[in-house]
């Protein structure tokens, strides 16, 4: 890759460390599908201990991990509710139709957040002709909200209205890990909230592959049967799940760096004349610009960026994002705001 290239399309674009290649290369492994891979069993017990879980289960994406929430907690001709931006309802492929057979519910959110108050109107009644609300998907953080925190007050009345109306809950927590380090409060405070949580290892925390899905037992047990059929066993899968278990003991506390590299790229753009940042919903490592007043559309706003070899990817239809992680330093992150102001800003 050319080294003068400053790659904010997402945080998924680092590659690991020589200390996490090394613990990759030297991992104890075993065929995970009889159970047998030392080091996915041991990342599965350390990630269910820190979410305060039963049971985990390491699976190659965080897709798959949300697919098999999904897919475990429902039956066909269910519906889930998802939030309009989130990650589930835009980029996994309309897969809660295909694999699960069950229909979305989506509630448009402030920042990403739904308030419990939306979802008392959203769940259905028993009425034999209505479909069957099985689920509550929350997002935290919030990726096509730019990142934004959940407010563990809204989750705790969400799960009280939910266990009212008996609906499960499950958290895509690809990115709980920032929330984490961006509000002190613990995964384990978040995940009590939820009867399945998703988190991902590939974001932020900076290895190659895997996410994992926590829950009861019984719940991963149904879940490692989909995730066979889905063709998601793996055989030594401790040589990745190695990287996870390194990200996971080394990549936490770090993540505060790209959050203050957010922080800092979204001030430079703030103060220009044509681009939008809402500096309210700049809370971990993203960052959405609106480029409506520049009267470009973002295909040529993406295309101009690159041309001054900064990448950045488009967030809807008249904005664009940059998302900060590991392989970027500060001062590359000032050059791609600079880079951004005078192509775009001004
Ligand atoms: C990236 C992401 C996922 C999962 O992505 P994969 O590419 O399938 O690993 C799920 N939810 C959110 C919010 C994400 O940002």
Same mark, same amino acid.
């Given at each position: 890759?050319n080294?003068?290239?400053?790659?904010?399309?997402?945080? /998924?674009?680092?590659? +690991?460390?020589?200390?996490?290649?090394?613990?990759?290369?030297?991992?104890?492994?075993?065929?995970?599908?009889?159970?047998?891979?030392?080091?996915?069993?041991?990342?599965?017990?350390?990630?269910?201990?820190?979410?305060?879980?039963?049971?985990?289960l390491?699976?190659?994406?965080?897709?798959?991990?949300?697919?098999?929430?999904?897919?475990? %907690?429902t039956?066909?001709?269910?519906?889930?509710?998802?939030?309009? !931006?989130a #990650?589930?309802?835009? &980029?996994? /492929?309309?897969?809660?139709?295909?694999?699960?057979?069950?229909?979305?519910?989506?509630?448009?959110?402030?920042h990403?957040i739904?308030?419990?108050?939306?979802?008392?109107?959203?769940?259905?009644?028993?009425?034999?002709?209505?479909?069957?609300?099985?689920? *509550?998907?929350?997002?935290?953080?919030?990726?096509?909200?730019?990142?934004?925190?959940?407010?563990?007050?809204?989750? %705790?009345?969400?799960?009280?209205?939910?266990?009212?109306?008996?609906?499960?809950?499950?958290?895509?927590?690809?990115?709980?890990?920032?929330?984490?380090?961006?509000?002190?409060?613990?995964?384990?405070?978040?995940? %009590? &909230?939820?009867?399945?949580?998703?988190?991902?290892?590939?974001?932020?925390?900076?290895? +190659?592959?895997?996410?994992?899905?926590?829950?009861?037992?019984?719940? *991963?047990? @149904?879940?490692? @049967?989909?995730?066979?059929?889905?063709?998601?066993?793996?055989?030594?899968?401790?040589?990745?799940?190695?990287?996870?278990? &390194?990200?996971?003991?080394? #990549?936490?506390?770090?993540?505060?760096?790209?959050?203050?590299?957010?922080?800092?790229?979204?001030?430079?753009?703030?103060?220009?004349?044509?681009?939008?940042?809402?500096?309210?919903s700049?809370?971990?490592?993203?960052?959405?610009i609106?480029?409506?007043?520049t009267?470009?559309?973002?295909?040529?706003?993406?295309d101009?960026?690159?041309?001054n070899?900064?990448?950045?990817? !488009?967030?809807?239809?008249?904005?664009?994002?940059?998302?900060t #992680?590991?392989?970027?330093?500060m001062?590359?992150?000032?050059?791609?705001? !600079?880079?951004?102001?005078?192509?775009?800003?001004?």
């Open positions: 890759m080294p003068e290239l400053i790659d904010l399309r997402s945080d /998924t674009i680092t590659r +690991p460390t020589p200390g996490m290649r090394k613990a990759m290369a030297e991992a104890d492994v075993g065929d995970d599908v009889f159970g047998e891979d030392p080091t996915v069993n041991l990342l599965q017990r350390k990630v269910a201990e820190l979410l305060g879980k039963p049971a985990a390491y699976v190659p994406s965080g897709s798959m991990s949300n697919q098999l929430a999904i897919k475990s %907690q039956l066909p001709g269910d519906e889930i509710i998802v939030e309009q !931006d #990650h589930i309802f835009h &980029y996994e /492929t309309a897969a809660p139709s295909m694999l699960s057979g069950v229909q979305m519910y989506v509630v448009p959110g402030e990403g739904m308030r419990a108050e939306q979802l008392a109107p959203t769940v259905r009644s028993a009425a034999y002709y209505l479909p069957r609300t099985a689920l *509550i998907c929350l997002e935290n953080t919030h990726n096509r909200a730019g990142g934004t925190i959940y407010p563990l007050e809204e989750i %705790q009345r969400i799960r009280d209205f939910a266990k009212a109306v008996g609906v499960k809950m499950h958290l895509d927590g690809a990115r709980l890990w920032n929330a984490w380090v961006a509000t002190g409060i613990h995964p384990r405070e978040y995940a %009590q &909230y939820f009867d399945s949580v998703s988190v991902c290892f590939s974001k932020g925390l900076g290895a +190659p592959v895997g996410s994992a899905l926590v829950g009861s037992e019984e719940l *991963i047990h @149904r879940a490692r @049967r989909f995730r066979k059929i889905f063709g998601g066993g793996m055989r030594q899968a401790g040589i990745i799940a190695a990287g996870a278990l &390194y990200a996971l003991e080394h #990549h936490i506390e770090r993540l505060h760096e790209d959050h203050e590299k957010a922080r800092v790229f979204a001030s430079r753009i703030a103060d220009t004349r044509h681009l939008r940042v809402d500096l309210e700049v809370q971990t490592n993203i960052v959405i609106d480029i409506a007043h009267g470009k559309t973002t295909t040529d706003a993406l101009l960026l690159a041309s070899n900064v990448l950045m990817s !488009d967030s809807g239809y008249t904005s664009i994002r940059a998302v #992680h590991m392989d970027v330093t001062q590359q992150v000032r050059s791609a705001a !600079d880079v951004l102001a005078t192509t775009l800003g001004d």
